[in-house]
């Protein structure tokens, strides 16, 4: 559109940017009209789409889920899924380009820098498992006193099921049965995020339950050595605006769930594909999900020169 090549960097890292000439401009104005206009409807075409596409494909996919460790769905079912979370990533993929675009561009029009990250789904995930790891962290305190000092045991799970903890409770109603049944619903909340979101290649968190086990004693034991929290600081008066601005961080953080979801939905139909592959002799054991070929990828990636016309 004829803007310079930093001008992404001036929006979202408040980095300077050089002035465009008048003529670039012009020449590119019909792209930047496009551009505003989608901006204007995004809010609205959005929302459509999310009632009429997104949330439905993926409760069908939530209902009916692959399970990892022996894949159940037969090869052509797991195809249909294939086109099914192709078909809606190529929308999804021009909305996670355009919200935080949008959201940059109105936080500099506004000259508001403060929005409450909270919206997006991995600071969600990382508040709430900030949250699990204090309440392992009491109860470690109440049943092995000095746990802090130890190397952490070798099967967490096993240990917090063991009711010999409480003599008071039955095998299923242990407290730490409900620390790991809270546990577990955090990770099936939240397993669609990786650390690479972006990248199918990587594991999501739902594929490394036992990494995450060990996460979540590192960080209660972190809690023990962990400096007060500060007092919290009085809200200033919200400036003018930003109000409208947190609701479109709102939907900013939407758009990046339902982004990294159908991401996360078309690695694990590669993988039960990859493990069906191996086991009926049809793939090379040695083959990993990187090195599969990227052009089922190439909808959602080509998703991207349609954003402006």
Not at 162 to 178: E, F, I, L
Not at 191 to 220: C, F, H, K, M
Request: aromatic residues 8%; proline residues 8%.
């Amino acid at each position: 559109m004829g803007l310079p090549p930093e001008s992404l960097e001036f929006l979202v890292r408040d980095q300077s940017m050089s002035r465009p000439s008048f003529r670039t401009l012009l020449i590119n104005l019909p792209g930047l009209l496009r551009l505003v206009g989608q901006q204007l409807r995004l809010t609205k075409t959005f929302a459509r789409d999310d009632r009429a596409l997104f949330t439905p494909l993926l409760q069908q996919l939530t209902t009916d889920p692959i399970n990892l460790q022996t894949p159940q769905h037969s090869p052509q079912i797991l195809f249909d899924r294939l086109d099914h979370i192709l078909a809606a990533l190529q929308p999804a993929t021009r909305y996670n380009i355009l919200a935080p675009i949008g959201l940059a561009i109105r936080q500099k029009i506004a000259k508001i820098d403060d929005l409450d990250s909270g919206m997006m789904p991995e600071v969600q995930a990382t508040r709430a498992f900030q949250t699990l790891a204090n309440e392992l962290r009491h109860h470690l305190d109440r049943h092995d006193p000095g746990w802090a000092t130890r190397e952490p045991v070798a099967d967490l799970r096993s240990w917090l099921n063991d009711p010999n903890q409480d003599p008071h409770q039955t095998p299923n109603h242990t407290p730490g049965r409900t620390l790991l049944d809270q546990f577990d619903a955090w990770l099936d909340l939240y397993g669609y995020l990786s650390d690479v979101g972006t990248n199918i290649a990587i594991a999501t968190w739902r594929e490394t339950p036992d990494r995450w086990l060990r996460l979540w004693w590192q960080a209660a034991k972190a809690l023990t050595t962990a400096k007060p929290p500060l007092a919290m600081k009085q809200p200033a008066d919200k400036p003018k605006g930003s109000r409208s601005l947190q609701e479109f961080a709102r939907l900013k953080g939407r758009v990046a769930e339902v982004y990294d979801r159908l991401l996360a939905e078309l690695r694990w139909c590669f993988v039960a594909l990859e493990h069906q592959g191996k086991a009926r002799d049809l793939l090379p054991s040695s083959l990993e999900l990187s090195a599969l070929h990227q052009d089922p990828l190439d909808p959602s990636i080509a998703a991207t020169g349609d954003i402006f016309g």
